[in-house]
C-alpha cells in the first residue's frame, strides 16, 4: 500500500477510493455471464432454486468422489472448480484457478473425454461465446461443469467414452 501511495500519490488514492464507492454497474457483469451454476440455469431460462440446487448438489458430490476416490491432483482439479460452480460471483478471470488442474488433466487423466474438455477450456473458444446474447453466455459455466464431470467419470474408472482400441499386449 506504502509503495502504492507513493508511485500514484494521494489524488490517485483518493480517486481509487471514490471509484470504489462509486462503482458503475457496467463493470460488473450480469449473472448470465458469470461462471456457476446459476449462470447456467439463468441461461437456460431455468432460473430457479430447485434448479440451481440440483446442479449445486451434482456438483457436491462430484466433488466428494472424486476428492474421495481420486489422485492428488484429481481431487485438487475437482475442489477448485466446483468452488467456482456454486460461489455465487465468479468472474471469467476467476477460471485461471483452473489452468494448472486443466493441463494436469490434459497430460493425466486415462479417459479422452475429460481430456478434451480441459483441452477445449484451455482455448479462448469458451470465453469468446460469452460475447454473444442467450444462450452462449454460459458456455465457460458449462465448460467447468463438463470438465468436473470428466473428472469424476475418470476417477471412478466409468467404461471410456471414445473409441480408442486396447493396446495389443506382446505374447513371452
Avoid at 471414445?162 to 505374447?171: D, H, Y
Wanted: glycine share 6%; hydrophobic share 50%; with cysteine.
Amino acid at each position: 500500500a506504502a509503495i502504492s501511495l507513493a508511485l500514484g500519490g494521494l489524488a490517485s488514492a483518493s480517486n481509487y477510493l471514490r471509484f470504489l464507492q462509486h462503482q458503475q454497474q457496467g463493470l460488473s457483469p450480469t449473472p448470465e455471464r458469470m461462471m456457476n451454476v446459476y449462470a447456467i440455469g439463468n441461461n437456460l431460462g431455468l432460473g430457479s432454486t430447485v434448479f440451481s440446487t440440483t446442479l449445486i448438489l451434482m456438483v457436491l458430490t462430484c466433488v466428494a468422489m472424486t476428492c474421495w476416490r481420486g489422485q492428488w491432483w484429481q481431487g485438487f482439479g475437482a475442489a477448485l472448480i466446483g468452488t467456482l460452480l456454486i460461489a455465487p460471483h465468479t468472474y471469467l478471470y476467476d477460471s485461471t484457478l483452473v489452468l494448472l488442474p486443466a493441463v494436469l488433466t490434459v497430460f493425466l487423466a486415462t479417459s479422452q473425454f475429460p481430456r478434451a474438455v480441459a483441452a477445449a477450456f484451455c482455448t479462448p473458444l469458451p470465453c469468446l461465446l460469452q460475447l454473444f446474447d442467450k444462450p452462449w453466455p454460459m458456455a465457460p459455466a458449462l465448460v467447468l461443469l463438463l470438465l468436473l464431470a470428466g473428472l469424476t467419470w475418470d476417477t471412478l474408472g466409468l467404461p471410456k467414452l471414445s473409441a480408442e482400441r486396447p493396446i495389443a499386449q506382446p505374447v513371452c
